[in-house]
């Protein structure tokens, strides 16, 4: 049997009709920049996150450089985030001549640790940016109380968490501003390129709205230097399509994902840690297992989709050699990267195809 990490064809086959339409809609009327797709798809996302504001991007990344920017952050700042992360958090951070400061990760959840927060703040902390990682959020009520003290911005880079909750409050709409990336890996993703930032301060949505157009108000009168950030309205199409099927879908994966933890409930396997503030939306499934480099070619051998996320933690990336950090600063991050594998969990898998997963790593194991 093949069980493929993520089948967005199955997905795509419950909703081809629907996408091809709303697409279409576009290309009749030839708003082929912004216009009232994507100005709906803001609308839905703020209220679904409970936000005042969003604001549509070209990607998850642009929509943290974005954020980042209408911050002022850039040269001689520094922002403290998490080293288990994908490169784009940190990535944008530094791409503004700013200064990421890694903290270490809580070992159960993998999201950045609060105890860890304050003794990294120093005189140049501009911000935080905790990182929902794998779909659940980060402890968000320390965070804020650390950097509401020190009066630093938290954006919450929620790229693998939209409609994920914290004590009853969901993903992005906690921090000064939330970034959600639409690649179509992620629970709502597009048919491309994709991402949006939502927050409640209104002073930073006009700054967002300049932003992502060059930094022009009015028209070629340019305040700040912004850049083309803006969300193609074929993606907002095909997004306004899907986003009516976010809970259930989320509600398959979770599901899924019980049926996993019990599987391997007295086992050598570690399933994930959800905490009792949260709901996880699974953007993975991540196991931690000895001679985990063995089993993942011992799956791909029989035709299971799995991967490592993240195979080396940022603070060790060699282009981030020039900040001066090296083995065993983060080491829970360290030991995570070696140990942990993200198995299939897409709603659509059927219940042979996760039995077939669950047999054939506890035989590996046994
Ligand atoms: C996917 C992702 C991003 C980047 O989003 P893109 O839309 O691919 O640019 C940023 N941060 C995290 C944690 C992500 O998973």
């Known amino acids: 049997m093949q069980v493929p990490l993520l089948d967005l064809q199955a997905q795509y086959a419950t909703i081809k009709e629907d996408v091809l339409r709303q697409i279409n809609e576009v290309l009749d009327s030839q708003r082929c920049i912004g216009g009232p797709k994507v100005e709906q798809l803001e609308k ?19 929509a943290l450089l974005i954020s980042l920017m209408s911050l002022g952050i850039g040269p001689g700042d520094e922002v403290i985030t998490s080293p288990f992360t994908f490169f784009a958090t940190a990535g944008c951070i530094a791409r503004l001549g700013a200064r990421p400061v890694f ?3 809580d070992p159960q959840t993998y999201n950045i640790d609060p ?11 501009r911000a935080v940016m905790p990182v929902h990682l794998f779909g659940q959020m980060a402890d968000m009520d320390p965070i804020m109380q650390i950097a509401g003290q020190s ?5 919450e880079d929620a790229a693998q968490a939209i409609s994920s909750v914290y004590k009853g409050r969901r993903a992005g709409s906690i921090g000064t501003c939330g970034c959600f990336s639409f690649f179509p890996s992620k629970n709502l ?27 022009s108000e009015p028209k ?21 399509v899907k986003l009516p099927h976010l809970d259930k879908w989320s509600q398959g994966r979770r599901k899924n994902a019980a049926y996993y933890t019990k599987r391997f409930e007295d086992t050598p396997v570690r399933t994930p840690a959800i905490s009792p503030d949260c709901v996880s939306i699974f ?6 297992v000895p001679r985990r480099d063995e089993l993942l070619a011992h799956l791909k051998e029989k035709q299971i989709g799995c991967e490592v996320y993240y195979p080396v933690p940022l603070h060790l990336q ?4 020039y900040l001066g950090r090296g083995p065993g600063d983060c080491p829970q991050a360290e030991k995570a990267a070696g140990r942990v594998l993200a198995l299939p969990i897409y709603p659509e898998l059927t219940d042979e195809m996760k039995a077939y997963v669950v047999d054939t790593i506890l035989e590996f194991l046994d």
């Open 44 to 62: 839905e996302i703020a209220a679904l996150c409970g936000c005042d504001f969003a604001v549509g991007v070209s990607s998850g990344t642009d």
């Open 318 to 321: 060699e282009c981030f050699s």
């Open 115 to 125: 105890q860890r927060i304050e003794a990294a703040i120093t005189e140049h902390t």
């Open 220 to 240: 070629y009168y340019h305040k700040f230097i912004g850049g083309n950030f803006r969300l193609d309205p074929i993606q907002a199409a095909a997004l306004l």
């Open 103 to 105: 903290v270490d990760i």
């Open 151 to 155: 009066s630093l911005a938290v954006i």
């Open 283 to 288: 953007n993975q499934y991540v196991i931690e």
């Open 189 to 215: 993703g597009g048919i491309g390129d994709g991402g949006m930032v939502v927050t409640c301060d209104e002073a930073l949505y006009r700054r967002l709205l300049i932003l992502r157009n060059h930094g």
